[in-house]
């Protein structure tokens, strides 16, 4: 399967705290997004980061992707409770240009 | 501007039934996409819709179906309900088709089936 697949599962952290989440795949990709649900909600689009490069930031995200590894991380600094959501890695590559979402990881920032 | 928008929110049907779910895409969007969101399978790409034609699709049976108009707004339809087919159904829309489009999310239709 495509499907990226994200670690952890679940993650609890205090407010203050950084949070870190992995997306590992097993295709070639074009590029690799990164959006965020909350409870009940749509996703919304964080960040893309393309196959060519390794590191983006936006504001308190910061994204690496290591192709070789077909890995990719997303850390976000200085969480704060609002912060609390899944967040989902989707990859897009191959002819199809479709993205394939991963499993998501649920973070739970304490206040 | 106005976001994604998904009627209705809620919707409950038996099996056996048909089911219409709409969305209505950013205006000058003229993609939309659809995924099926269920605890077990996660989000799982339905189709893709670009100036009325159907550009990509996945792995689903043929009782899924959608239709994009030519405003862009796009419908879905299940044909003879399953109770596996409970979900939430998220519609989202970009400028164009191609992957580095960022998709845009309505906040979905929840479909019970009983």
């Known amino acids: 399967s495509q499907q990226g697949e994200e670690d952890p599962q679940a993650l609890s952290i205090q407010e203050g705290e950084n949070a870190t989440m992995n997306c590992s795949y097993k295709?070639?990709?074009?590029?690799l997004q990164w959006y965020r649900q909350n409870s009940g909600r749509g996703l919304v689009h964080l960040i893309l980061i393309r196959s060519n490069e390794r590191e983006k930031h936006s504001g308190r995200l910061r994204v690496t992707l290591d192709t070789s590894k077909k890995s990719s991380s997303l850390l976000i600094t200085a969480s704060r409770a609002a912060d609390t959501a899944s967040y989902f890695c989707?990859?897009?590559?191959?002819?199809?240009?479709?993205?394939?979402f991963g499993t998501g990881t649920l973070l739970a920032v304490q206040p | 501007k106005a976001g994604v928008t998904q009627t209705p929110r809620y919707l409950i049907k038996t099996r056996g039934q048909q089911v219409t779910l709409s969305c209505s895409p950013i205006?000058?969007?003229?993609?939309v996409s659809w995924y099926q969101q269920t605890p077990g399978q996660g989000l799982q790409f339905l189709f893709e819709y670009f100036s009325e034609t159907q550009r990509n699709k996945g792995n689903f049976p043929g009782r899924f179906s959608g239709r994009q108009f030519s405003n862009s707004r796009s419908e879905m339809n299940v044909s003879t309900l399953e109770l596996g087919d409970s979900a939430l159904y998220l519609c989202?829309?970009?400028?164009?088709?191609?992957?580095?489009?960022?998709?845009?999310f309505g906040d979905g239709t929840r479909l019970s089936i009983l």
């Open positions: 205006s000058g969007h003229r993609s």
């Open positions: 989202a829309s970009s400028l164009g088709t191609g992957g580095e489009q960022p998709q845009h």
């Open positions: 295709t070639s990709i074009n590029n």
């Open positions: 989707a990859i897009e590559g191959g002819a199809t240009n479709k993205l394939i």
